[in-house]
């Protein structure tokens, strides 16, 4: 499995992570086995949240559940998690808030760290003070390792950055060749296109610059969160998708990941599948390296433009 960087932590991890959203949807005998087939595949990386499933934990709770039941070392795989949701009320990016969220997380998936913290979305309300207490203490105790954010733009992570010590290891975005807006405003800089707006504050190039790993979730979904697979209005972007992933004898969500893995950000990709045949299949596109000509093929086939 190709690995990455997890931001400047020194510390290399599995391009591609098992995304545990819908974790708490499977029974637990089902979870074991992808959490086996995961590490089978060189997958050691595993993206949780305090709210994932059903807006209170019970994937995380799942996901404790079967690996203590396959008894494996808890060091053979990291566990990153994330907190600051208080679902359909408001974002919490306050120290209580952040450290009650963490002890929940370590309880439900029977751990005593997790390897990476993230603040899922950023709290309008934050100070940068508190999260620093908050990371300071949870360091201290030994109840994380490592620190990330998601969806935040890179002011925000400066911000942060004023007052936390940690280093910020990764920044957690939506990434797909059918949601592409931090490359659309990267390649049409200063055009009057609709992809020129820049949408996130040029996060993509921030975070090379910055040596922050991009973390892409709901890889394979458009904007809008549908699938793109199979979609009538993506005919021509799955065209080329089965197209190229003949040539690599890779399904085309595969060769969608591929073009994910070939941008040299050093990105890792979250995979959401509870299917384990369709893991498997993802997990070839690691050991494929697109050429640049095919990776301009496949963000031209999903409606992207050369300016
Ligand atoms: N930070 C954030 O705000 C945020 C937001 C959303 C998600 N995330 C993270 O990102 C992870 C992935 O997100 P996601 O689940 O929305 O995105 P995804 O991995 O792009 O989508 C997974 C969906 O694709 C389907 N699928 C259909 N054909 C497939 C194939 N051939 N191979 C693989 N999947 C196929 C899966 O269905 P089957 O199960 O039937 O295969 C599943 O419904 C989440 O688990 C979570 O860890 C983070």
């Given at each position: 499995?190709?690995?990455?960087?997890?931001g400047?932590t020194?510390v290399?991890?599995?391009?591609i992570?098992?995304?545990?959203?819908?974790?708490?949807?499977i029974?637990?005998?089902?979870?074991?086995?992808?959490?086996?087939?995961?590490?089978e595949q060189?997958?050691?990386y595993?993206?949780?949240?305090?709210?994932?499933?059903?807006?209170?934990?019970?994937a995380?709770?799942?996901?404790?559940q079967?690996?203590k039941?396959?008894g494996i070392?808890?060091s053979?795989?990291?566990?990153q998690?994330?907190?600051?949701?208080v679902?359909?009320?408001?974002?919490?990016?306050?120290?209580e808030?952040?450290?009650?969220?963490?002890?929940?997380?370590?309880?439900?998936?029977?751990?005593d760290?997790?390897?990476?913290?993230v603040l899922?979305?950023?709290?309008?309300l934050?100070?940068?003070?508190?999260v620093?207490?908050?990371?300071d203490e949870?360091?201290?105790?030994g109840?994380?390792?490592y620190?990330g954010?998601?969806?935040m733009?890179?002011?925000?992570?400066?911000?942060?950055?004023?007052?936390?010590?940690?280093?910020?290891?990764?920044?957690?975005?939506q990434?797909?060749?059918?949601h592409?807006?931090?490359?659309?405003?990267?390649?049409?800089?200063?055009m009057?296109?609709?992809?020129?707006v820049?949408?996130?504050?040029?996060?993509?190039?921030y975070?090379?610059?910055?040596d922050?790993?991009?973390?892409?979730?709901s890889?394979?979904?458009r904007?809008?969160r549908?699938?793109?697979?199979?979609?009538e209005?993506?005919?021509?972007?799955?065209?080329?998708?089965?197209?190229?992933?003949?040539k690599?004898?890779?399904?085309p969500?595969?060769?969608?990941?591929?073009?994910?893995?070939r941008?040299?950000?050093?990105?890792?990709?979250?995979?959401?599948?509870?299917k384990?045949?369709?893991?498997n299949?993802?997990?070839k596109?690691?050991d494929?390296q697109?050429?640049r000509?095919?990776?301009?093929?496949?963000?031209?086939?999903?409606?992207n433009i050369?300016?």
């Open positions: 499995m190709k690995q990455v960087n997890l400047t020194g290399k991890v599995s391009a992570a098992m995304g545990c959203a819908r974790m708490g949807l029974e637990v005998q089902q979870a074991a086995k992808n959490i086996a087939n995961a590490l060189g997958v050691t595993f993206d949780n949240a305090d709210i994932y499933s059903d807006g209170k934990g019970s995380e709770t799942v996901f404790g079967a690996w039941l396959l070392d808890r053979s795989m990291m566990i998690s994330k907190c600051g949701i679902p359909g009320v408001m974002y919490d990016l306050s120290k808030y952040i450290i009650h969220a963490v002890e929940g997380s370590l309880k439900r998936l029977q751990t760290y997790l390897d990476t913290l899922h979305r950023p709290d309008m934050m100070e940068p003070e508190e620093a207490a908050a990371f949870l360091q201290r105790a109840k994380v390792r620190f954010v998601s969806n733009n890179p002011m925000q992570i400066e911000l942060l950055k004023k007052c936390v010590k940690q280093p910020l290891a990764v920044d957690q975005m990434f797909s060749v059918a592409a807006s931090m490359i659309r405003s990267s390649m049409e800089v200063n009057l296109t609709d992809g020129a820049v949408r996130d504050g040029s996060v993509l190039d975070c090379r610059v910055k922050i790993t991009v973390q892409a979730w890889p394979l979904k904007v809008g549908g699938m793109f697979l199979q979609d209005e993506f005919a021509a972007l799955n065209h080329v998708l089965a197209e190229i992933g003949e690599y004898n890779i399904t969500a595969a060769a969608a990941i591929a073009w994910l893995l941008h040299p950000a050093g990105i890792q990709v979250l995979i959401g599948t509870t384990p045949q369709h893991f299949e993802i997990c596109a690691a494929v697109l050429t000509q095919e990776w301009y093929r496949i963000y031209l086939a999903a409606g050369l300016p």
